[in-house]
Protein backbone atom coordinates (compact mmCIF):
# COMPACT_ATOMS: atom_id res chain seq x y z
CA UNK A 1 0.00 0.00 0.00
CA UNK A 2 1.14 3.19 -0.85
CA UNK A 3 0.07 4.41 2.55
CA UNK A 4 3.53 3.07 3.81
CA UNK A 5 5.16 6.19 2.14
CA UNK A 6 2.35 8.52 3.03
CA UNK A 7 4.13 11.91 5.27
CA UNK A 8 1.44 13.79 7.19
CA UNK A 9 2.08 17.04 8.21
CA UNK A 10 0.57 19.14 10.57
CA UNK A 11 0.87 22.71 12.38
CA UNK A 12 -0.20 24.30 15.80
CA UNK A 13 0.54 28.37 16.97
CA UNK A 14 0.56 29.34 20.46
CA UNK A 15 1.26 32.93 20.76
CA UNK A 16 5.11 33.39 19.61
CA UNK A 17 5.77 29.94 18.36
CA UNK A 18 4.69 27.75 15.56
CA UNK A 19 5.01 23.70 15.56
CA UNK A 20 5.25 21.61 12.90
CA UNK A 21 5.15 17.67 12.91
CA UNK A 22 5.55 15.35 10.10
CA UNK A 23 4.93 12.30 10.21
CA UNK A 24 5.15 8.75 8.18
CA UNK A 25 4.15 5.46 9.35
CA UNK A 26 6.92 2.92 8.60
CA UNK A 27 7.00 -1.38 9.73
CA UNK A 28 8.91 -0.05 12.80
CA UNK A 29 6.50 2.46 13.95
CA UNK A 30 5.85 6.27 13.22
CA UNK A 31 8.97 8.41 12.25
CA UNK A 32 8.54 11.68 13.61
CA UNK A 33 10.44 14.86 12.48
CA UNK A 34 8.88 17.86 14.56
CA UNK A 35 10.40 21.43 15.06
CA UNK A 36 9.20 24.50 17.47
CA UNK A 37 9.69 27.45 15.14
CA UNK A 38 9.49 30.91 16.56
CA UNK A 39 7.49 32.91 14.78
CA UNK A 40 8.96 36.22 14.79
CA UNK A 41 12.89 35.56 14.00
CA UNK A 42 15.42 33.92 15.25
CA UNK A 43 14.38 30.61 13.71
CA UNK A 44 14.09 26.96 16.01
CA UNK A 45 13.36 26.68 19.48
CA UNK A 46 13.97 22.99 18.36
CA UNK A 47 13.97 20.68 16.25
CA UNK A 48 13.53 16.65 16.96
CA UNK A 49 13.56 13.53 15.14
CA UNK A 50 12.29 10.39 16.42
CA UNK A 51 11.87 6.46 14.67
CA UNK A 52 9.71 3.62 15.27
CA UNK A 53 7.56 5.85 17.95
CA UNK A 54 4.10 3.75 18.77
CA UNK A 55 1.27 5.63 19.41
CA UNK A 56 1.59 6.47 23.14
CA UNK A 57 5.14 7.80 22.20
CA UNK A 58 3.86 10.16 18.74
CA UNK A 59 1.34 11.56 21.44
CA UNK A 60 3.65 12.37 24.12
CA UNK A 61 6.09 13.49 21.02
CA UNK A 62 3.37 15.60 19.91
CA UNK A 63 2.43 17.02 23.21
CA UNK A 64 5.86 18.05 24.12
CA UNK A 65 6.11 20.00 21.25
CA UNK A 66 2.96 21.64 20.46
CA UNK A 67 3.06 22.47 24.49
CA UNK A 68 -0.72 21.32 24.82
CA UNK A 69 -2.22 24.60 24.02
CA UNK A 70 -3.23 24.22 20.51
CA UNK A 71 -4.03 21.22 18.59
CA UNK A 72 -2.22 20.45 15.52
CA UNK A 73 -4.20 20.35 12.53
CA UNK A 74 -3.56 18.85 9.59
CA UNK A 75 -1.84 20.90 6.88
CA UNK A 76 -0.32 20.29 3.41
CA UNK A 77 2.94 18.89 3.40
CA UNK A 78 4.32 21.80 1.08
CA UNK A 79 2.82 24.28 3.35
CA UNK A 80 4.58 22.25 6.65
CA UNK A 81 8.32 22.25 4.37
CA UNK A 82 8.00 25.82 3.31
CA UNK A 83 7.80 26.91 7.26
CA UNK A 84 10.81 24.59 7.96
CA UNK A 85 12.58 26.22 5.00
CA UNK A 86 12.14 29.19 6.73
CA UNK A 87 12.98 28.42 9.48
CA UNK A 88 16.48 26.94 8.37
CA UNK A 89 17.56 30.35 7.03
CA UNK A 90 16.20 32.17 10.03
CA UNK A 91 18.46 30.26 12.38
CA UNK A 92 21.62 30.63 10.10
CA UNK A 93 20.98 34.34 10.21
CA UNK A 94 20.64 34.23 13.57
CA UNK A 95 24.34 32.51 13.98
CA UNK A 96 22.66 29.31 15.29
CA UNK A 97 23.68 25.51 14.37
CA UNK A 98 20.90 23.16 13.03
CA UNK A 99 21.31 19.48 14.12
CA UNK A 100 23.42 17.30 12.22
CA UNK A 101 20.78 15.17 11.11
CA UNK A 102 18.89 18.41 9.33
CA UNK A 103 21.89 19.36 8.15
CA UNK A 104 22.67 16.38 6.57
CA UNK A 105 19.26 16.19 5.37
CA UNK A 106 16.46 14.14 6.38
CA UNK A 107 14.03 12.04 4.11
CA UNK A 108 10.95 13.61 5.69
CA UNK A 109 11.88 17.05 5.38
CA UNK A 110 12.55 16.25 1.32
CA UNK A 111 15.28 18.30 0.02
CA UNK A 112 16.17 20.81 2.24
CA UNK A 113 18.66 22.52 0.23
CA UNK A 114 16.19 23.06 -2.65
CA UNK A 115 13.69 24.40 -0.41
CA UNK A 116 15.96 26.71 0.95
CA UNK A 117 17.12 28.12 -2.30
CA UNK A 118 13.94 28.82 -3.21
CA UNK A 119 12.90 31.01 -0.24
CA UNK A 120 13.40 34.88 -0.85
CA UNK A 121 11.29 35.88 1.74
CA UNK A 122 12.55 34.42 5.43
CA UNK A 123 10.23 36.83 7.98
CA UNK A 124 6.78 37.04 7.85
CA UNK A 125 3.78 39.40 9.11
CA UNK A 126 2.50 39.29 12.72
CA UNK A 127 -0.55 39.31 11.89
CA UNK A 128 -1.42 37.62 8.92
CA UNK A 129 1.65 35.79 8.13
CA UNK A 130 2.26 37.87 4.75
CA UNK A 131 6.02 38.34 3.66
CA UNK A 132 7.32 41.35 5.62
CA UNK A 133 8.27 44.30 3.17
CA UNK A 134 11.56 43.99 1.55
CA UNK A 135 13.53 46.78 3.70
CA UNK A 136 11.90 45.24 6.28
CA UNK A 137 13.63 41.78 5.63
CA UNK A 138 16.89 43.57 5.08
CA UNK A 139 16.60 45.18 8.55
CA UNK A 140 15.49 42.32 10.34
CA UNK A 141 18.17 39.92 9.11
CA UNK A 142 20.98 42.87 10.05
CA UNK A 143 19.48 42.25 13.48
CA UNK A 144 20.10 38.76 13.09
CA UNK A 145 16.20 38.18 13.55
CA UNK A 146 15.36 39.83 16.51
CA UNK A 147 12.94 42.65 16.30
CA UNK A 148 12.58 45.28 19.21
CA UNK A 149 8.34 44.50 18.18
CA UNK A 150 6.10 42.50 16.74
CA UNK A 151 6.17 43.29 12.79
CA UNK A 152 3.76 43.92 10.42
CA UNK A 153 3.17 43.32 6.79
CA UNK A 154 2.34 47.02 4.85
CA UNK A 155 -0.96 45.48 3.99
CA UNK A 156 -1.57 44.74 7.95
CA UNK A 157 0.18 48.67 8.91
CA UNK A 158 -2.48 50.12 5.95
CA UNK A 159 0.85 51.46 3.77
CA UNK A 160 0.74 51.38 0.28
CA UNK A 161 3.64 49.41 -1.16
CA UNK A 162 5.16 49.10 -3.89
CA UNK A 163 6.57 45.14 -4.15
CA UNK A 164 8.70 45.67 -7.12
CA UNK A 165 10.45 42.47 -8.07
CA UNK A 166 14.06 44.68 -7.64
CA UNK A 167 13.45 45.53 -4.42
CA UNK A 168 12.49 42.11 -3.37
CA UNK A 169 15.41 40.74 -5.30
CA UNK A 170 17.86 43.39 -3.17
CA UNK A 171 15.92 41.48 0.02
CA UNK A 172 16.75 38.20 -1.04
CA UNK A 173 20.47 38.84 -1.79
CA UNK A 174 20.69 40.34 2.00
CA UNK A 175 18.95 37.48 3.35
CA UNK A 176 21.60 35.44 1.70
CA UNK A 177 24.17 37.04 2.62
CA UNK A 178 23.83 36.99 6.34
CA UNK A 179 22.85 33.53 5.83
CA UNK A 180 26.32 32.45 4.77
CA UNK A 181 25.96 32.35 1.19
CA UNK A 182 27.95 34.91 -0.52
CA UNK A 183 28.44 33.82 -4.24
CA UNK A 184 24.61 33.38 -4.02
CA UNK A 185 24.87 37.42 -3.02
CA UNK A 186 26.61 38.00 -5.82
CA UNK A 187 24.50 36.76 -8.59
CA UNK A 188 21.37 38.01 -6.95
CA UNK A 189 23.14 41.37 -6.73
CA UNK A 190 23.80 40.97 -10.72
CA UNK A 191 20.23 40.34 -11.37
CA UNK A 192 18.81 43.27 -9.59
CA UNK A 193 21.33 45.20 -11.27
CA UNK A 194 19.83 43.93 -14.27
CA UNK A 195 16.54 45.52 -13.48
CA UNK A 196 18.08 49.05 -12.52
CA UNK A 197 18.53 48.98 -9.41
CA UNK A 198 21.09 51.67 -8.83
CA UNK A 199 24.94 49.89 -8.18
CA UNK A 200 25.76 52.33 -6.03
CA UNK A 201 22.73 50.60 -3.66
CA UNK A 202 24.90 47.12 -4.04
CA UNK A 203 27.76 48.17 -2.86
CA UNK A 204 27.48 47.22 0.65
CA UNK A 205 26.08 43.73 -0.59
CA UNK A 206 28.69 42.75 -2.72
CA UNK A 207 31.81 44.30 -0.44
CA UNK A 208 30.40 42.28 2.57
CA UNK A 209 30.48 39.35 0.16
CA UNK A 210 33.91 39.92 -1.47
CA UNK A 211 34.90 39.94 2.51
CA UNK A 212 33.20 36.61 3.24
CA UNK A 213 34.67 34.89 0.18
CA UNK A 214 37.82 36.29 1.28
CA UNK A 215 38.76 38.83 -1.00
CA UNK A 216 39.40 41.68 0.96
CA UNK A 217 41.43 44.28 -1.13
CA UNK A 218 37.85 43.87 -3.90
CA UNK A 219 35.63 44.16 -0.66
CA UNK A 220 37.76 47.24 0.32
CA UNK A 221 36.91 49.35 -2.67
CA UNK A 222 32.77 48.41 -2.43
CA UNK A 223 32.88 49.20 1.29
CA UNK A 224 34.64 52.76 1.27
CA UNK A 225 31.85 53.39 -1.26
CA UNK A 226 29.07 52.51 0.57
CA UNK A 227 30.11 54.08 3.97
CA UNK A 228 30.98 56.90 1.80
CA UNK A 229 26.67 56.97 0.75
CA UNK A 230 25.62 55.76 4.29
CA UNK A 231 28.16 57.42 6.97
CA UNK A 232 25.70 55.88 9.82
CA UNK A 233 25.42 52.79 8.90
CA UNK A 234 27.71 51.03 11.58
CA UNK A 235 27.68 47.44 10.02
CA UNK A 236 28.51 48.12 6.78
CA UNK A 237 31.72 50.24 8.30
CA UNK A 238 32.55 47.40 10.61
CA UNK A 239 32.82 45.28 7.56
CA UNK A 240 34.77 47.88 6.30
CA UNK A 241 37.34 47.89 9.34
CA UNK A 242 37.48 44.00 8.81
CA UNK A 243 38.18 44.29 5.49
CA UNK A 244 41.16 46.96 5.46
CA UNK A 245 42.41 45.01 8.21
CA UNK A 246 42.64 41.38 6.31
CA UNK A 247 44.07 43.16 3.05
CA UNK A 248 46.46 44.56 5.47
CA UNK A 249 45.71 49.13 5.05
CA UNK A 250 46.41 48.62 8.58
CA UNK A 251 46.47 52.60 9.34
CA UNK A 252 42.97 53.12 7.51
CA UNK A 253 41.91 50.35 9.26
CA UNK A 254 42.78 51.96 13.01
CA UNK A 255 41.62 54.79 11.81
CA UNK A 256 37.99 53.81 10.55
CA UNK A 257 37.92 51.73 13.58
CA UNK A 258 38.19 55.04 15.52
CA UNK A 259 35.35 56.48 14.02
CA UNK A 260 33.47 53.66 14.42
CA UNK A 261 33.96 53.01 18.04
CA UNK A 262 33.27 57.11 19.13
CA UNK A 263 29.53 56.97 17.49
CA UNK A 264 29.11 53.41 19.04
CA UNK A 265 30.75 53.74 22.53
CA UNK A 266 29.11 50.22 23.22
CA UNK A 267 31.96 48.71 20.51
CA UNK A 268 34.84 49.64 22.97
CA UNK A 269 36.18 46.40 24.53
CA UNK A 270 35.79 44.63 21.18
CA UNK A 271 37.62 47.56 19.60
CA UNK A 272 40.25 47.97 21.92
CA UNK A 273 41.17 44.49 21.58
CA UNK A 274 41.25 45.11 17.32
CA UNK A 275 43.28 48.07 18.32
CA UNK A 276 45.63 46.49 19.99
CA UNK A 277 46.69 43.96 17.57
CA UNK A 278 46.33 46.50 14.80
CA UNK A 279 49.04 48.91 16.54
CA UNK A 280 51.11 45.68 17.40
CA UNK A 281 51.19 44.57 13.60
CA UNK A 282 52.16 48.13 12.87
CA UNK A 283 55.53 48.08 15.42
CA UNK A 284 56.54 44.23 13.50
CA UNK A 285 58.81 44.68 11.28
CA UNK A 286 57.16 41.96 9.22
CA UNK A 287 53.85 43.52 9.79
CA UNK A 288 52.41 41.28 11.74
CA UNK A 289 51.05 37.60 11.55
CA UNK A 290 48.42 37.77 9.36
CA UNK A 291 46.27 35.18 10.64
CA UNK A 292 46.71 36.63 14.65
CA UNK A 293 45.13 39.80 12.85
CA UNK A 294 42.42 38.28 10.77
CA UNK A 295 41.34 36.51 13.74
CA UNK A 296 41.23 39.53 15.70
CA UNK A 297 39.04 41.01 12.55
CA UNK A 298 36.49 38.50 12.25
CA UNK A 299 35.95 38.70 16.33
CA UNK A 300 35.42 42.25 16.24
CA UNK A 301 33.27 42.14 12.82
CA UNK A 302 31.24 39.24 14.65
CA UNK A 303 30.35 41.79 18.06
CA UNK A 304 30.17 44.63 15.70
ZN1 LIG B 1 0.08 41.50 7.56
Not at 135 to 143: G, N, P, T, V, W
Not at 200 to 228: H, I, S
Request: net charge neutral; hydrophobic share 45%.
Amino acid sequence: MSERNEIEARLARAGGTEAVTLERRSAAGVDVVSAVIERQGRGFRGLYVAHGLDRAGRDELREAVSGGRADLIEVPLSDARQRLGRAVLAHRIAGRQLPEWAQAGHELLGDLRALTDAIDDVYLCAACERPLAPAAQIALARQAGQAAEALACPGCRGDLEEDREAERLVAWAWLRLLAGEPRKTLVLAARAEALRVDSARLDALRGAAMLKLQNPVQATGYLRRAVEREPADHWVRARLVEALTCAGYLASAGAELARLVSRRPALANHGNALAAALADARRAADGGDPLRLRAAAESFGAAA
